[in-house]
Antibody, heavy 119, light 110 residues
Framework: EGQLVESGGGLVQPGGSLRLSCAAS????????MHWVRQAPGKGLVWVSR????????IYADSVKGRFTISRDNAKNTLYLQMNSLRAEDTALYYC????????????WGQGTMVTVSS | QSALTQPASVSGSPGQSITIPCFGT?????????VSWYQQHPGKAPKLMIY???KRPSGVSNRFSGSKSGNTASLTISGLQAEDEADYYC??????????FGGGTKLTVL
């Protein structure tokens, strides 16, 4: 079935940086597009970014474009999100999600890692 | 402000059916067969319930069904059960090559 485990969240000051990781297991990681989705406390889901399976081909939500960088290491079965110039409004639980092949949707989700941007 | 519009809340009694609409535009819901629905219980990760407008993943109860007409997608839950009480989100691929979510609908089973 597959599993995703996020890490790297924490408390950071406005303007700071953080790098999130998402370790994948139990499936052929390199075959799948991967996404980051975030959820601010008490709020809804917001799509952040996507990377296609060959480590190129990235796209971002307007709210993070130019500040966040998605990447992946297929040899390590790991997805990353480099977050720079962080703002208070970036405070959220960050989920990594697998883009399905049979099911063209976000078919597997991690448990999320919390990012808090505050002074 | 979410790109897709859902009612903030719906409710129903056990055994009844409810429908959650997801209002989009011709640039997202109306253009692609790529609407999906997610169930999220408090403190848990979202779970895929419906994909490609109407398809149900293996293991999801057949009480859950999806439909679409024009720019509006819908999730119907029949035979409501207490365990169905959760937040539900619709999502769609959009013409700007991004993915969008609705604001979420809180389902209360009375």
């Amino acid at each position: 079935e597959g599993q995703l485990v996020e890490s790297g969240g924490g408390l950071v000051q406005p303007g700071g940086s953080l790098r999130l990781s998402c370790a994948a297991s139990g499936f052929a990681f390199s075959r799948h597009w991967m996404h980051w989705v975030r959820q601010a406390p008490g709020k809804g889901l917001v799509w952040v970014s996507r990377i296609i399976n060959d480590e190129t081909g990235t796209i971002y939500a307007d709210s993070v474009k130019g500040r966040f960088t998605i990447s992946r290491d297929n040899a390590k079965n790991t997805l990353y999100l480099q977050m720079n110039s962080l703002r208070a409004e970036d405070t959220a639980l960050y989920y990594c999600a697998r883009g399905g092949i049979v099911a063209n949707a976000f078919d597997i989700w991690g448990q999320g890692t919390m990012v808090t941007v505050s002074s | 402000q979410s790109a897709l519009t859902q009612p903030a809340s719906v409710s129903g009694s056990p055994g009844q059916s409810i429908t959650i609409p997801c209002f989009g535009t011709s640039s997202d819901v109306g253009s692609y067969k790529l609407v999906s629905w997610y169930q999220q219980h408090p403190g848990k990760a979202p779970k895929l319930m419906i994909y490609e407008d109407t398809k149900r993943p293996s293991g999801v109860s057949n009480r859950f069904s999806g439909s679409k007409s024009g720019n509006t997608a819908s999730l119907t839950i029949s035979g409501l059960q207490a365990e169905d009480e959760a937040d539900y989100y619709c999502s769609s691929y959009a013409s700007r090559r991004v993915w969008e979510f609705g604001g979420g609908t809180k389902l209360t089973v009375l």
